[in-house]
């Protein structure tokens, strides 16, 4: 069985280089309208995308910033890891992880 670990730091670069694709007016943060546009294009249904953001906005303050971006994803990957420890299946089906599989569609951009 998997134990869960923390992220390697080929995945905090993944992620690193994921939120700059989102931060396209470079202003070390993402606004909403920023990630909901990227969203869109992964195609992401607006209601889970706000739901991701609101999750990612931990001060909420309306944008997400570097350091809320990796650790949202870490505590998403960490609570997926202790899913799969629960049980047989290695993956639940979920919003929130198709997005998680289709940032590497914008990391290859």
Known sequence: MASPRAMNKEEQRRLSSLFHAYDVDNSG???KN???TICQELHVPSQEADSIF???DVDKD?????EEFISGFKEQHQE????????DDNKSPGGEEE???NTEQ???R
């Open 29 to 31: 943060r993402i606004e």
């Open 34 to 36: 920023e990630f909901t």
């Open 54 to 56: 609101n999750r990612l």
């Open 62 to 66: 309306g944008t997400v910033t570097l």
């Open 80 to 87: 997926e890891e202790e899913d799969d420890t629960e049980t």
């Open 99 to 101: 997005f998680s599989n």
């Open 106 to 108: 914008v990391i290859s």
